[in-house]
């Protein structure tokens, strides 16, 4: 079956350490992406890549660092410089294409982390 | 200026009557999109309803249908006989043109359905 998995679904960190969220896709899209959500809140971007070995930032970049050196592979790291990491993670994907005739192409989500500082 | 506004942090339904969560949007661009996604509990995110800025008729999906109110920029999703099952957070996104691969979400609305 074809979807995003993230991994782990749940994840404790120490403060001051580096820990790094998985994510992968067997769609076969071209654009992937990051999303930070508190509770009883929406979704932030953190990253997104529309290609392989590119990327762009999102609204909260800071602290978070991703690589894309596959198209199916797309993981953030939580840097000890993100004050306060403590929050649900979305990764998604969506199938790029020309504006006009794939423009209704919804994001497809994986499930979601959930990282907790101690 | 927030490109989606979600006014309605919380909403109770009864079981079997419609709802309307209100979406406003802002965008200078003449072609874009615009989605709902419905967030239960367990986190996972499930895609609804897409309305494209030029579908001149509203979209509609089942139980769910949007009604796009293109001059006042609102987008607003009915959901029908509400379920027991629909009590979730509710998610207004948009996608525009300028910025293709880029995806706005509004704050949400949590919906309460009451048996």
């Known amino acids: 079956d074809g979807g995003i998995t993230q991994s782990p679904k749940y994840l404790f960190r120490k403060e001051g350490q580096n820990v790094t969220l998985s994510c992968e896709q067997n769609l076969n899209h071209d654009a992937m992406y990051w999303y930070r959500q508190d509770p009883g809140q929406g979704l932030r971007l953190i990253y997104y890549?529309?290609?392989?070995?590119?990327?762009q930032k999102g609204d909260i970049a800071e602290g978070y660092s991703v690589s894309r050196e596959k198209k199916e592979s797309f993981p953030l790291t939580v840097t000890s410089a993100q004050k306060n990491p403590t929050a649900f993670y979305l990764c998604a994907s969506i199938s790029r294409g020309l504006a006009g005739a794939l423009f209704g192409n919804e994001q497809f989500f994986g499930p979601g982390t959930r990282l907790t500082v101690l | 200026a927030q490109k989606i506004t979600q006014t309605q942090p919380g909403m109770f339904v009864q079981e079997k009557e419609a709802v309307t969560l209100d979406c406003t949007y802002d965008t200078s661009d003449q072609s874009y999109g615009l989605f709902w996604y419905k967030q239960p509990s367990s986190g996972e995110m499930i895609f609804l309803i897409y309305q494209g800025s030029y579908d001149e008729q509203n979209a509609t999906e089942g139980r769910y249908s949007l009604n796009f109110q293109k001059a006042r920029k609102s987008a607003n999703l009915v959901i029908s006989a509400s379920q027991l099952g629909d009590s979730a957070m509710y998610f207004c996104?948009?996608?525009?043109?300028?910025?293709?691969?880029?995806?706005?979400f509004g704050s949400g609305t949590k919906l309460n359905v009451k048996p």
């Open positions: 996104a948009m996608r525009e043109t300028y910025n293709f691969n880029k995806f706005y």
């Open positions: 890549s529309q290609i392989v070995n590119d990327f």
